[in-house]
């Protein structure tokens, strides 16, 4: 018994591979996508789907077409390479028409000018959207409106410079006026010597400096506009617009004074409560009944007016539930430092209450730019339905029904997903609380 | 106190109304009010002004003047002999009822998508993100283009279910057919029937009434029932089962109120180039029903998946301490809390997609845009009034659900300071 | 060249206003330009090619009136419209006349204040459908679904057709062509029905027209013209009779190929009285004595601008049957120019 060996390891087993199940790329689908009979269940389904989706429509877009001259030519090509009965996308119809998705009826020989107005909008957001950039290219920005009408509608620079002026008219009175009688009285001079200036100076100046230097460009009437140049105005315009006179509302809305807080309860509930179909439907109709006889007004004009009032309402909205969520303690201490309204507002409230709403409000602008489809009820060339019915009214293409369609909810896709992403980009980098 | 007493009183001068801030706001609302009155005095007399030169006067009356046309869905009694204002009328029921029909899909639908995004089942999380991104990130109306499109190319027509061996097959027995047209459901039918009762405007079905009053009756009773259950349980500690009490309270008298009417569903049978008899309900409302609800649950998805995240893991936590079972801390815990949250959000979406039904004009769905701000704008040329009209109509739905919402927020909310 | 800069860059600021209403024809010629409503896009009637260019049977109503008032067919602002806007866009002083297949009919002069100052094309309500359906008479179509595209006085014609032959049908009403033209080949509609014209167009840009047949049932009767304000009856009869220039031209003989031969003078004197070369009747409606020859000039006489846009030798292809003139067996009779 005594000379039984005795056995014992004198070192460690090597640690055994995990089972199969628990070890990488099973280990990922067990715990992600086989957890339960449920989940697996789901996955199954999941994969199925989507591969049902790729093998319907995968042929389609595989015998696409990208040149040939009519929809005729087109599924002769599709029919000759891939043989009879097949079907394919006509890309073609995007590259012929390219122009006139693009900037609808813009005269071609110009079309460099709505090209260099979108660049220099990219110039212009850049100091906006990211604030490592130096602080001074803002005020390119300020002026960018004017020159990007000047660029896009032309007639001569003047008038742009003139009506800037206007702006810079009114911030001198403010200056001088608010250091002498304080800045209410400050304040309705500007807006009075703004408004004198643009109704009696603005235009003999403007002619005066237009016959000195002629800065002249070939000026382009609105119903030459179309497709996404068309969506990128109404949509640049009425979100640049918007913003501050959401601003204004929500301000208003949360008002002491009992006037001017009913005024903007009831445009809001009123511009929020109604579709902007009819919103658009009355710019078109109803406008020019309320205009002095003989006055008529842009289209394009009209339909800005009504998408800014539109999202103006909404952002109101937004930014109301940004200033509810502000802790009463920031306004006190505001007043407690002596700040009047507006610098408690500018210097303490707005901060606050717009980084909170900052995706609220970015959710609206992208609603925007997608309703800016609906302009085609009122018969202006929207890149959805306008430009495709153009497009179609040309016997070559005539019959073409999906591409246009897949094409334009590309376009809307990629800009929609990036102000959705750049939103949460934002919200993230303005994050200051600690969790 | 006494200083403040003794504060001079000085005498009202003009400047104060600029720089007393007591009076500023006077002087800031008489302004505005002035201006205001101005802007709309203006506005109104040039609409008399242009009005007056064109020889146009406002005039509702057109809408008891015969319509002439026919609507392709109405839910009552319209022919073409009927008012513009039936019309409307028919276009307003219209609007209600795949707006209802669409908040109700959309909840579901994205009450789905929100808590499945949420999972964590690659698979599915990923294709939840997909679809939330790609559908919301594209116009409304291009969706309802293309689900239209799609709905009319992928059915068969209802020439394809004639003849002896047809290529197409009716669905549930024979009952139901999906054609490119519409959809053919067998109608309910009564042999006995209570007749209708005539409401002036629309006429009820007595049947409806009746079937309506039994489902109340047999809640109520059933609600007692629960009642006194949870008093015995709490006066002995022990709940007698109440299993059987939805069966005998509301699915028996329902079968029976049923038989007693002689109830039986009226297939729809294929005759000429359509179905006829059954209800035929037109592709366009389901095209728009589910672009609608498809649009709107992505928004609805994110309402949900934000009130969800908004619940801290602490409340969870403290339930499971408790000793509450899963299901229990759900119900209990944690959706009270998130839907504080999520509700407000989701009646505003509501009402969006309300007003989103407008959209209908790309599906051809007869909705109060279609008939009154469509063909009884064409037909009458009566801009001013049927816009008009048609902006009050979706203000009062508006406010109405903006009431509703309104009193739901105040009821839930967080009873703090 | 300053008023017109600062013209230009006003009326692109949004505000274009006009002197105070002293009549169209001065508004117009002061403007520079005619605002003349239009289909959003009616293949031969009024389109836009991929330039912008407007062409069309109507537009080309719209070219002869801007170059009688402003001495040139390419003055003119084409205005969009659709189904609803275009008549409040006419009362409304958006557009000066409009040349927009609107169908002249009681109410619409009446109740709406439009003067319709005549009749461009004669028109009628007919039916398209599949030729495998084997109809042949839209008295066949009992219990059918119809596509109707909305807009104009199609779908009242059609619930009277249908009350009057006793016959069910269900309708589609469509807003846009191309969504109409979809759901019909599709099958979504057993029939399609628009004016004859419209059907025409539409067959022509179909893969296989031939697989399509129209019925040959017209059921309504749609005489469609060009429409201005009431209250202007200068500006009524410059629209008027522009058109029945063209129509005059054409049953006289004179094109635009022999326009300037003619208008030297010639031995009937209705044409020497229409060219201006003996009486000046422009005088009489505000216009100078050749305007009716700068109408003729812009696109040729009727029966041209008819073979140019949407004759036999286009792809619409439509006969001239109504349209023809009245000496050949058509009801285009134009008021004589004594």
């Not at chain 1, 003047?158 to 001198?172: D, E, H, Q, R, Y």
């Not at chain 1, 019959?399 to 993230?428: D, H, K, N, Q």
């Not at chain 3, 469509?174 to 969504?179: G, L, P, Y």
């Amino acid at each position: 018994m005594a000379d039984t060996d005795a056995f014992f390891r004198t070192e460690m087993l090597p640690p055994k591979e995990p089972p199969l199940s628990q070890r990488g790329v099973w280990k990922w689908m067990h715990e992600n996508m086989f957890s339960s009979i449920g989940s697996g269940a789901l996955t199954v389904l999941g994969i199925l789907f989507v591969l049902y989706v790729l093998a319907s429509a995968f042929p389609w877009f595989a015998h696409s077409v990208w040149h040939a001259d009519s929809l005729r030519q087109c599924r002769d090509i599709v029919h000759k390479t891939w043989g009879p009965g097949t079907d394919g996308a006509c890309w073609a119809v995007i590259r012929a028409n390219w122009n006139l998705y693009l900037y609808g009826f813009y005269p071609m020989e110009q079309i460099w000018r709505p090209n260099l107005a979108f660049l220099l909008l990219l110039v212009a957001l850049s100091p906006i959207l990211f604030s490592r950039l130096p602080r001074k290219m803002i005020w390119f920005s300020a002026c960018y409106p004017a020159l990007a009408y000047w660029l896009i509608w032309g007639g001569t620079l003047w008038i742009s410079v003139t009506i800037m002026a206007g702006f810079a008219v009114g911030a001198l009175v403010l200056r001088f006026l608010g250091r002498i009688a304080g800045t209410a009285l400050g304040v309705g001079g500007a807006v009075l010597g703004a408004v004198l200036w643009w109704l009696f100076v603005a235009a003999p100046v403007a002619t005066a400096l237009a016959d000195i230097v002629p800065l002249h460009l070939t000026f382009v009437p609105s119903d030459k506009l179309g497709g996404f140049l068309l969506s990128f105005i109404t949509g640049m315009c009425g979100i640049g617009f918007s913003l501050p006179m959401g601003i204004l509302l929500s301000l208003g809305r949360r008002s002491d004074m009992p006037i001017i807080k009913t005024s903007c309860v009831l445009f809001i509930e009123f511009v929020r409560g109604v579709p902007l179909i009819t919103l658009l439907f009355t710019a078109s109709f109803l406008l020019a009944y309320f205009l002095p006889p003989g006055t008529t007004f842009d289209l394009v004009l009209r339909v800005i007016i009504m998408v800014t009032l539109f999202s103006a309402a909404y952002i109101a909205e937004v930014i109301r539930g940004g200033l509810a969520a502000i802790p009463r303690g920031q306004f006190e201490a505001a007043d407690a430092l002596g700040l009047d309204y507006w610098k408690a507002q500018r210097l303490i409230v707005m901060p606050q209450a717009l980084k909170i709403s900052i995706p609220g409000i970015v959710g609206v602008f992208i609603g925007l730019f997608k309703d800016t489809t609906l302009v085609i009820i009122v018969g202006l060339l929207d890149p959805l339905m306008g430009i495709s019915n153009a497009v179609r009214a040309n016997v070559a293409w005539n019959g073409v029904y999906w591409e246009p369609y897949i094409f334009a909810a590309t376009i809307f896709f990629i800009f929609c997903f990036g102000m959705s992403r750049y939103s949460m980009y934002l919200e993230g980098k303005l994050k200051t609380d600690h969790r | 106190m006494s200083l403040a007493g003794e504060q001079p009183k000085r005498a009202f001068r003009l400047s104060m109304l600029v720089y007393d801030s007591r009076y500023r706001a006077y002087t800031i609302q008489v302004l505005f009010i002035a201006a205001l009155a101005v802007l709309i005095g203006w506005l109104v007399n040039n609409a008399a002004e242009n009005l007056a030169r064109l020889g146009i006067t406002p005039d509702f009356s057109f809408l008891w003047n015969r319509a002439g046309y026919d609507i392709s869905m109405k839910l009552i009694h319209y022919t073409n002999d009927s008012t513009h204002g039936r019309a409307a009328l028919v276009g307003l029921i219209n609007t209600l009822f795949v707006s209802a029909l669409g908040c109700v899909t959309a909840t579901i639908l994205g009450v789905v998508a929100g808590v499945l995004r949420l999972s964590k089942n690659w698979v599915i999380a990923r294709l939840m993100t997909v679809y939330i991104e790609v559908v919301r990130n594209v116009p409304l109306l291009l969706w309802l283009l293309v689900i239209y499109a799609v709905f009319t190319s992928v059915t068969p027509s209802p020439s394809e279910f004639r003849g002896t061996h047809p290529k197409a097959e009716m669905w549930f027995w024979g009952s139901t057919a999906i054609t490119n047209r519409y959809v053919a459901l067998p109608s309910p039918e009564f042999f006995r029937s209570l007749g209708n009762v005539d409401l002036g405007i629309f006429k009820v079905s007595l049947d409806l009434l009746a079937l309506i009053a039994v489902i109340v009756a047999g809640v109520l009773v059933q609600r007692a029932l629960r009642r006194r259950a949870t008093r015995i349980q709490e006066a002995t500690g022990r709940r007698p089962a109440t299993w059987w009490a939805p069966i005998l309270c509301i699915l028996v008298p329902v079968v029976a109120l049923l038989m007693l009417l002689g109830f039986h569903l009226d297939d729809p049978r294929i005759r000429g180039f359509n179905f006829s008899g059954g209800i035929l309900a037109p592709n366009s409302i389901f095209a728009l029903w589910f672009g609608l609800s498809v649009y709107t649950a992505t928004y609805i998805a994110e309402i949900v998946r934000a009130g969800i995240l908004a619940v801290s893991k602490g409340q969870t936590e403290a339930a499971h301490a408790l000793g509450l079972r899963p299901r229990r801390t759900m119900s209990l815990v944690v959706l009270p809390q998130a839907l504080r949250v999520i509700v407000p959000p989701l009646i505003s979406q509501f009402l969006n997609l309300t007003k989103n039904s407008t959209l209908a004009f790309a599906v051809a769905y007869p909705d109060l845009g279609a008939t009154l701000g469509g063909i009884t704008l064409n037909q009458s040329g009566r801009a001013l009034e049927c816009i008009l009209l048609m902006m009050v109509t979706y203000l009062a739905i508006s406010l109405l659900i903006s009431a509703v919402m309104n009193a739901y927020n105040r009821a839930v909310r967080l009873k703090e300071r | 060249m300053k008023t017109t800069v600062m013209l230009a860059a006003v009326a692109a600021a949004g505000l274009a206003a006009s002197v105070a209403s002293a009549g169209t024809l001065d508004d117009v010629k002061a403007r520079g330009v005619l605002n003349c409503g239009v289909n959003t896009g009616l293949v031969g009637f009024g389109a836009p090619d991929a330039n912008g260019h407007w062409s069309g049977f109507d537009v080309a109503i719209c070219r002869a009136v801007a170059a009688a008032v402003l001495n040139d067919p390419n003055k003119v602002k084409f205005v969009p419209t659709t189904g609803e806007t275009r008549f409040t866009a006419l009362s409304s002083g958006e557009i000066d006349m409009l040349a927009r297949n609107s169908t002249w009919t009681f109410k619409r002069e009446n109740d709406l204040k439009l003067t319709f100052v005549g009749v461009n094309y004669y028109d009628g309500q007919g039916f398209m459908v599949r030729k495998d359906l084997g109809v042949n008479s839209a008295k066949e179509l009992d219990g059918a679904t119809i596509c109707v595209q909305t807009g104009t006085t199609t779908e009242l014609n059609l619930a009277d057709y249908f009350k009057s032959n006793n016959m069910k049908y269900t309708p589609i009403s469509i807003k846009t062509d191309a969504e109409g033209k979809q759901q019909f080949l599709a099958g979504a509609c057993d029939a399609y029905t628009t004016d004859a014209s419209g059907l025409a167009a539409l067959r022509a840009t179909f893969e296989k027209p031939a697989d399509y047949v129209i019925l040959p049932e017209i059921i309504s009767k749609e005489p469609l013209g060009p429409v201005v304000r009431q209250g202007d009856d200068q500006w009524a009869s410059i629209v008027r009779w522009t058109l029945f220039a063209l129509i005059e031209a054409e049953e006289k003989g004179v094109t635009s190929k022999n326009l300037d031969e003619m208008a030297k003078g010639t031995n009937d004197p209705e044409i020497n009285r229409l060219l201006g070369s003996s009486d000046n009747l422009g005088s009489m409606i505000g216009l100078d004595k050749e305007w009716a020859k700068r109408a003729i000039a812009a696109g040729g006489n009727y029966g041209e601008i008819f073979e140019a846009n949407i004759g036999a030798s286009t792809p619409i292809g439509l006969a001239r049957g109504l349209n023809a003139q009245w000496n050949k067996g058509g009801l285009m009779y134009a008021i004589p120019f004594h």
